[in-house]
Nanobody
Framework: QVQLVESGGGLVQAGGSLRLSCAASGRTFSDYTMAWFRQAPGKEREFVVAIDRRGDTTDHATAVKGRFTISRDNAKNSGYLQMNSLKPDDTAVYYC????????????????WGQGTQVTVSS
């Protein structure tokens, strides 16, 4: 199995940018599809973006298309989420997740999760 640790969250003004990182350990990172989900207070966890094992294919939630970019570096056992043009509605705890083998937008399909990192966007 794989262990995941997120970092890079923080407080940013609307219109700003943040880059989240997800460090993986354990089983070979390149075996896993990786995704980012987020959960705002009082709301269900929602899909943000996912990337396949090789980094060839991505899938984005409509709300973040054109603003968020997912990437991965399998040699470094790491994944990344570049978030630009942030909005107050993006405020949430962001989670890195992994599964084998294919992309999915459903949180229940991902057995491996990090602890989350808080992103707060002020207006």
């Amino acid at each position: 199995q794989v262990q995941l640790v997120e970092s890079g969250g923080g407080l940013v003004q609307a219109g700003g940018s943040l880059r989240l990182s997800c460090a993986a350990s354990g089983r070979t990172f390149s075996d896993y599809t990786m995704a980012w989900f987020r959960q705002a207070p009082g709301k269900e966890r929602e899909f943000v973006v996912a990337i396949d094992r090789r980094g060839d294919t991505t899938d984005h939630a409509t709300a973040v298309k054109g603003r968020f970019t997912i990437s991965r570096d399998n040699a470094k056992n790491s994944g990344y989420l570049q978030m630009n043009s942030l909005k107050p509605d993006d405020t949430a705890v962001y989670y890195c997740a992994a599964r084998i083998p294919r992309l999915s937008t459903y949180a229940t399909h991902y057995p491996y999760w990090g602890q989350g990192t808080q992103v707060t966007v002020s207006s």
